[in-house]
């Protein structure tokens, strides 16, 4: 197994410009989150899935983000426009319910930088 | 506010000794605890977890005590390695096996040789 794959692994953008971080789970996991690490706040929780349903979405900064998840194996996180208090490592992670807790993988990260 | 707090941010031993990681939180909801552990460039990986009907859990070198009357947990590394040497991130959940993970804002534990 591959684990959570994340692409990019590094972004830099422009202020104002539309930015998309993607996510692949691991194949079986029915649920995936979006977490942001920042030195300020550490990780914190933007939104999670279950079954490609958005769950809670109480952790997104704001309407300049959305997430999607059109499919089991398939998740974006989207920013527009970006600003540079977004720059952070977005971590995407998933798991399999019936594990809780223990079953969380997360995946390597995207390093966003926005200038 | 911050339900889960590691106050500090970097912790330094030597190889050999005791690493003690210190994690406070302030929601009586949560009843499950974990540490991950994170080395640059990747993500967090599992370590270690603990009920709430629980004080204590070892596992290896590894062992995590909780003290529910002072909303506080630590993580003590036996002895300390090098290869030790990451963030340790503290997380909480309110209702076991919830999948919603609240983290601290981690302590860097750099073990030298």
């Known amino acids: 197994d591959a684990g959570v794959i994340q692409s990019p692994r590094h972004e830099v953008t422009e202020m104002g410009q539309e930015v998309t971080l993607r996510c692949k789970p691991i194949s079986g996991h029915n649920s995936l989150f979006w977490y942001r690490q920042t030195m300020m706040r ?3 929780l933007l939104i999670y899935f279950n079954n490609n349903v958005p769950i809670d979405d109480s952790g997104m900064p704001e ?3 959305s997430a999607k998840m059109p499919n089991a194996s398939f998740s974006t996180l ?4 970006s600003e540079p208090r977004d720059s952070a ?4 992670a998933s798991s399999f319910r019936g594990q ?3 079953g969380y993988t997360f995946g390597s990260g995207t390093r966003l930088t926005v200038v | 506010d911050q339900q889960v707090k590691q106050n500090s941010p970097s912790l330094s031993v030597q190889e050999g000794r005791i690493s003690i990681l210190n994690c406070d939180y302030t929601n009586s909801m949560f009843d499950y605890f974990l540490w991950y552990k994170k080395y640059p ?3 967090p990986t599992f370590l270690i977890s603990i009920s709430s009907i629980k004080d204590k859990n070892e596992d290896g070198r ?3 005590f909780l003290n529910k ?3 506080h947990l630590s993580l003590h590394i036996v002895p300390s390695q090098p290869g030790d040497s990451a963030v340790y991130f503290c997380a909480a959940s309110a209702l076991r096996g919830s999948e919603k993970l609240v983290f601290g804002k981690g302590t860097k534990l750099t073990v030298n040789p």
């Open chain 2, 69 to 71: 009357s002072a909303k």
């Open chain 1, 63 to 65: 309407d300049r983000f």
């Open chain 2, 41 to 43: 460039a990747e993500g």
């Open chain 1, 100 to 102: 809780g807790i223990y």
């Open chain 1, 78 to 81: 989207k920013i527009q426009p």
């Open chain 1, 89 to 92: 490592v977005y971590f995407c």
């Open chain 2, 62 to 64: 590894f062992t995590v």
């Open chain 1, 42 to 44: 550490g990780l914190e």
